[in-house]
């Protein structure tokens, strides 16, 4: 296992250990900040996540939200953002989030972890930016 795999798995286990309920993005992004980790891009519906890190590049290969040959949603940005507080506000899994993203027509989002941006967007450049706050501390 490489050391960009290692650092990443631990980060992760800290942040999962760790985070609130509620709010709990910032801090599992914070946590994966100070590891080094500065770009997350996940591609959905295949739930690819690929970390770009100073240690190097991780691919993550999650379970697919769908198979076949499938319609893409129209993005739909109050949807997304209504998945949005849901999962902010501690009431979704990140499974569900990841669902119900989906079904809001994104395909794929990108987390800047060092301008705390998540970027999504729609199969046509549709998107949506939001910023998250820092910890402090």
Do not use: H
Not at 42 to 54: D, I, K, M, R, V
């Amino acid at each position: 296992m490489s050391k960009a795999i290692e650092n990443l798995k631990a980060a992760q286990q800290r942040a999962l250990t760790n985070r609130p309920k509620v709010g709990g993005f910032p801090y599992l992004a914070d946590t994966l900040r100070r590891a080094g980790v500065t770009r997350n891009v996940w591609f959905l519906p295949a739930c690819e996540s690929l970390y770009l890190t100073e240690d190097g590049p991780v691919v993550v290969q999650g379970a697919p939200l769908v198979s076949g040959a499938v319609d893409v949603p129209q993005f739909d940005q109050p949807a997304l953002v209504t998945a949005l507080r849901v999962d902010q506000a501690g009431e979704s899994s990140f499974a569900e989030f990841l669902a119900a993203s989906w079904r809001a027509g994104v395909v794929r989002y990108e987390v800047d972890l060092l301008e705390r941006t998540v970027t999504y967007y729609g199969c046509r450049n549709e998107e949506y930016v939001e910023e998250y706050p820092a910890l402090e501390g």
